[in-house]
Protein backbone atom coordinates (compact mmCIF):
# COMPACT_ATOMS: atom_id res chain seq x y z
CA UNK A 1 0.00 0.00 0.00
CA UNK A 2 1.55 3.42 -1.24
CA UNK A 3 1.02 6.88 1.04
CA UNK A 4 -1.43 7.97 -1.49
CA UNK A 5 -3.91 5.08 -0.67
CA UNK A 6 -3.45 5.41 3.02
CA UNK A 7 -4.33 9.02 2.92
CA UNK A 8 -7.85 7.79 0.78
CA UNK A 9 -8.42 5.14 3.55
CA UNK A 10 -7.53 6.93 6.37
CA UNK A 11 -10.21 10.00 5.31
CA UNK A 12 -12.61 11.34 8.38
CA UNK A 13 -14.20 14.55 8.39
CA UNK A 14 -13.30 16.89 10.59
CA UNK A 15 -15.36 19.46 12.38
CA UNK A 16 -12.37 21.26 14.71
CA UNK A 17 -10.00 23.00 13.31
CA UNK A 18 -7.10 25.24 14.75
CA UNK A 19 -7.04 29.22 14.39
CA UNK A 20 -4.56 29.11 11.74
CA UNK A 21 -4.95 30.48 7.63
CA UNK A 22 -4.04 28.42 4.96
CA UNK A 23 -1.13 29.96 3.31
CA UNK A 24 -1.50 31.25 -0.29
CA UNK A 25 0.78 28.65 -1.16
CA UNK A 26 -1.84 25.82 0.67
CA UNK A 27 -4.34 27.45 -1.39
CA UNK A 28 -2.72 27.01 -4.45
CA UNK A 29 -1.67 23.95 -4.74
CA UNK A 30 -5.52 22.58 -3.05
CA UNK A 31 -6.95 24.38 -6.15
CA UNK A 32 -3.98 23.51 -8.76
CA UNK A 33 -5.02 19.73 -7.78
CA UNK A 34 -8.39 20.32 -7.96
CA UNK A 35 -8.05 21.41 -11.37
CA UNK A 36 -5.63 18.17 -12.53
CA UNK A 37 -8.87 16.36 -11.84
CA UNK A 38 -10.73 14.48 -15.01
CA UNK A 39 -13.19 16.72 -16.67
CA UNK A 40 -15.74 15.45 -18.95
CA UNK A 41 -14.86 16.73 -22.88
CA UNK A 42 -12.32 19.29 -21.40
CA UNK A 43 -15.49 21.51 -20.44
CA UNK A 44 -14.81 22.27 -17.21
CA UNK A 45 -17.73 23.18 -16.12
CA UNK A 46 -16.74 24.42 -12.38
CA UNK A 47 -15.97 27.37 -10.40
CA UNK A 48 -14.64 27.39 -6.97
CA UNK A 49 -15.00 30.31 -4.84
CA UNK A 50 -12.77 31.01 -1.15
CA UNK A 51 -14.04 32.52 0.87
CA UNK A 52 -11.98 34.32 3.57
CA UNK A 53 -14.20 37.38 4.85
CA UNK A 54 -15.20 36.90 8.37
CA UNK A 55 -18.33 38.18 7.43
CA UNK A 56 -19.26 36.09 4.49
CA UNK A 57 -17.84 33.13 6.72
CA UNK A 58 -20.22 33.68 9.52
CA UNK A 59 -23.01 34.01 7.33
CA UNK A 60 -22.50 30.73 5.80
CA UNK A 61 -22.16 29.27 8.70
CA UNK A 62 -25.59 30.02 9.92
CA UNK A 63 -27.25 29.57 6.34
CA UNK A 64 -25.63 25.79 6.56
CA UNK A 65 -27.06 24.89 10.28
CA UNK A 66 -25.22 26.59 11.92
CA UNK A 67 -22.22 25.13 11.38
CA UNK A 68 -19.67 26.43 13.71
CA UNK A 69 -16.96 24.63 11.55
CA UNK A 70 -18.17 26.51 8.34
CA UNK A 71 -16.36 29.68 10.01
CA UNK A 72 -14.01 28.52 12.07
CA UNK A 73 -11.34 26.45 10.03
CA UNK A 74 -8.17 27.60 7.75
CA UNK A 75 -10.21 28.26 4.79
CA UNK A 76 -13.40 27.74 3.08
CA UNK A 77 -14.29 26.49 -0.21
CA UNK A 78 -17.71 26.47 -2.09
CA UNK A 79 -17.99 24.48 -5.31
CA UNK A 80 -19.88 25.34 -8.04
CA UNK A 81 -21.46 23.90 -10.95
CA UNK A 82 -20.55 26.43 -13.32
CA UNK A 83 -21.91 26.96 -17.37
CA UNK A 84 -21.75 30.55 -17.23
CA UNK A 85 -18.17 31.01 -18.96
CA UNK A 86 -19.76 28.86 -21.27
CA UNK A 87 -22.45 30.74 -22.34
CA UNK A 88 -20.25 33.78 -22.59
CA UNK A 89 -18.15 31.44 -25.26
CA UNK A 90 -21.50 31.30 -27.05
CA UNK A 91 -21.74 34.70 -27.74
CA UNK A 92 -18.07 35.59 -28.35
CA UNK A 93 -17.54 32.80 -31.05
CA UNK A 94 -21.41 33.74 -32.22
CA UNK A 95 -22.52 30.08 -31.59
CA UNK A 96 -25.44 28.53 -30.12
CA UNK A 97 -24.92 26.68 -27.36
CA UNK A 98 -28.27 27.67 -25.08
CA UNK A 99 -29.48 24.36 -25.54
CA UNK A 100 -27.09 22.36 -24.84
CA UNK A 101 -26.41 24.09 -21.32
CA UNK A 102 -29.81 23.88 -20.62
CA UNK A 103 -29.75 20.38 -21.11
CA UNK A 104 -30.01 17.48 -18.10
CA UNK A 105 -26.80 16.13 -19.70
CA UNK A 106 -24.61 19.46 -19.51
CA UNK A 107 -26.40 19.50 -15.53
CA UNK A 108 -24.66 16.27 -15.33
CA UNK A 109 -21.84 17.33 -16.52
CA UNK A 110 -21.18 20.29 -14.82
CA UNK A 111 -21.86 18.51 -10.83
CA UNK A 112 -19.72 15.51 -12.13
CA UNK A 113 -16.71 17.57 -13.49
CA UNK A 114 -17.07 19.88 -9.60
CA UNK A 115 -17.07 16.55 -7.47
CA UNK A 116 -14.23 15.52 -8.94
CA UNK A 117 -12.37 18.45 -8.40
CA UNK A 118 -13.60 18.23 -5.14
CA UNK A 119 -12.50 14.92 -4.43
CA UNK A 120 -9.11 15.94 -6.13
CA UNK A 121 -9.15 18.50 -3.69
CA UNK A 122 -9.62 17.04 -0.14
CA UNK A 123 -6.90 14.18 -1.34
CA UNK A 124 -4.55 16.96 -2.04
CA UNK A 125 -5.19 18.65 1.29
CA UNK A 126 -5.79 15.31 3.58
CA UNK A 127 -2.06 14.40 1.78
CA UNK A 128 -0.67 17.93 3.11
CA UNK A 129 -1.75 16.74 6.76
CA UNK A 130 -5.09 19.00 6.67
CA UNK A 131 -8.57 18.12 7.75
CA UNK A 132 -11.73 18.84 5.30
CA UNK A 133 -15.27 18.66 5.59
CA UNK A 134 -17.79 19.12 2.75
CA UNK A 135 -20.85 21.03 4.12
CA UNK A 136 -24.02 19.83 2.15
CA UNK A 137 -25.44 22.56 4.48
CA UNK A 138 -25.07 25.21 2.17
CA UNK A 139 -27.57 23.75 -0.11
CA UNK A 140 -30.63 24.94 2.69
CA UNK A 141 -30.88 28.31 1.41
CA UNK A 142 -28.96 28.42 -2.13
CA UNK A 143 -30.88 31.64 -2.80
CA UNK A 144 -29.46 33.40 0.04
CA UNK A 145 -26.05 31.87 -0.69
CA UNK A 146 -25.90 32.76 -4.42
CA UNK A 147 -26.58 36.67 -3.18
CA UNK A 148 -23.76 36.64 -0.76
CA UNK A 149 -21.23 35.44 -3.22
CA UNK A 150 -22.48 37.12 -6.21
CA UNK A 151 -23.16 34.02 -8.99
CA UNK A 152 -24.10 34.83 -11.94
CA UNK A 153 -27.38 32.74 -13.67
CA UNK A 154 -25.95 29.56 -14.73
CA UNK A 155 -23.87 29.45 -11.94
CA UNK A 156 -24.95 26.68 -8.60
CA UNK A 157 -22.92 26.36 -5.68
CA UNK A 158 -23.35 22.80 -4.80
CA UNK A 159 -21.54 22.16 -1.65
CA UNK A 160 -18.88 23.78 0.85
CA UNK A 161 -15.44 22.01 2.04
CA UNK A 162 -13.60 23.52 5.75
CA UNK A 163 -10.13 22.71 5.34
CA UNK A 164 -7.53 23.62 8.13
CA UNK A 165 -4.98 21.77 10.85
CA UNK A 166 -7.22 19.38 12.84
CA UNK A 167 -8.05 20.20 16.38
CA UNK A 168 -8.41 16.64 17.07
CA UNK A 169 -9.25 13.71 14.53
CA UNK A 170 -12.48 11.46 15.08
CA UNK A 171 -12.49 7.42 14.05
CA UNK A 172 -12.73 6.70 10.74
CA UNK A 173 -16.36 5.73 10.05
CA UNK A 174 -16.64 2.42 8.83
CA UNK A 175 -18.39 1.98 4.94
CA UNK A 176 -20.86 -0.09 3.58
CA UNK A 177 -19.27 -3.62 2.84
CA UNK A 178 -17.58 -3.91 -0.54
CA UNK A 179 -20.15 -7.00 -2.12
CA UNK A 180 -23.14 -3.99 -1.00
CA UNK A 181 -21.86 -1.38 -3.49
CA UNK A 182 -19.42 -3.52 -5.98
CA UNK A 183 -21.49 -6.05 -8.32
CA UNK A 184 -19.86 -7.57 -11.27
CA UNK A 185 -21.35 -7.68 -14.73
CA UNK A 186 -24.95 -7.31 -13.49
CA UNK A 187 -27.07 -5.54 -10.17
CA UNK A 188 -27.05 -8.08 -7.84
CA UNK A 189 -30.83 -7.82 -6.87
CA UNK A 190 -31.48 -10.52 -4.53
CA UNK A 191 -33.34 -9.13 -1.85
CA UNK A 192 -31.52 -11.88 0.65
CA UNK A 193 -28.01 -11.10 0.26
CA UNK A 194 -28.37 -7.34 0.22
CA UNK A 195 -30.61 -8.08 3.29
CA UNK A 196 -27.58 -9.45 4.82
CA UNK A 197 -24.97 -7.41 3.98
CA UNK A 198 -26.99 -4.64 5.44
CA UNK A 199 -27.63 -6.35 8.56
CA UNK A 200 -23.92 -6.79 8.84
CA UNK A 201 -23.07 -3.28 8.45
CA UNK A 202 -25.86 -2.44 11.13
CA UNK A 203 -24.05 -4.68 13.52
CA UNK A 204 -20.54 -3.03 12.82
CA UNK A 205 -22.44 1.05 12.72
CA UNK A 206 -23.91 0.43 15.50
CA UNK A 207 -20.54 -0.71 17.60
CA UNK A 208 -18.96 2.29 16.51
CA UNK A 209 -21.23 4.27 17.61
CA UNK A 210 -21.17 2.48 21.47
CA UNK A 211 -17.88 2.64 21.29
CA UNK A 212 -17.06 6.46 19.92
CA UNK A 213 -20.41 7.78 22.39
CA UNK A 214 -19.40 5.53 25.50
CA UNK A 215 -22.88 3.41 25.38
CA UNK A 216 -25.15 6.47 24.54
CA UNK A 217 -25.85 5.57 20.71
CA UNK A 218 -26.14 2.92 19.06
CA UNK A 219 -27.61 3.64 15.91
CA UNK A 220 -28.39 1.23 12.89
CA UNK A 221 -27.47 2.67 9.58
CA UNK A 222 -30.91 1.27 8.27
CA UNK A 223 -32.65 2.98 10.34
CA UNK A 224 -30.58 6.42 10.28
CA UNK A 225 -31.45 5.94 6.43
CA UNK A 226 -35.12 5.19 7.00
CA UNK A 227 -35.66 8.33 9.34
CA UNK A 228 -33.88 10.81 7.18
CA UNK A 229 -35.69 9.66 3.90
CA UNK A 230 -39.05 9.70 5.61
CA UNK A 231 -38.89 13.64 5.74
CA UNK A 232 -38.87 16.78 3.23
CA UNK A 233 -35.31 18.13 2.33
CA UNK A 234 -34.64 21.31 0.15
CA UNK A 235 -37.49 20.42 -2.29
CA UNK A 236 -37.15 23.70 -3.49
CA UNK A 237 -34.14 22.81 -5.88
CA UNK A 238 -35.74 21.55 -8.64
CA UNK A 239 -37.13 25.23 -9.28
CA UNK A 240 -33.67 26.48 -8.34
CA UNK A 241 -31.96 25.18 -10.42
CA UNK A 242 -34.07 25.50 -13.25
CA UNK A 243 -34.16 29.45 -12.46
CA UNK A 244 -30.29 29.55 -13.30
CA UNK A 245 -30.13 28.01 -16.27
CA UNK A 246 -29.62 24.43 -15.88
CA UNK A 247 -31.62 21.11 -16.20
CA UNK A 248 -34.31 22.64 -18.36
CA UNK A 249 -34.32 20.41 -21.40
Not at 28 to 50: K, L, V, W
Not at 198 to 204: I, K, P, S
Amino acid sequence: MNETIETILNHRSIRHFKNEPLTNEQIRTIISSAQAASTSSYIQAYTIIGVKDPAKKKRLAELAGPQSYVEENGHFFVFCADLYRHEKIGEWENADVIPSLESTEKFMVAVIDASLAAQNASIAAESMGLGICYIGGIRNDLESVSELLGLPDRVVPLFGMAVGIPESHSDVKPRLPMETVYHEDSYNVDEASIKEGLDRYDETISAYYHARTAGKRSDRWTAQMAKMLSGKKRMYMKEFVEKKGFNNR
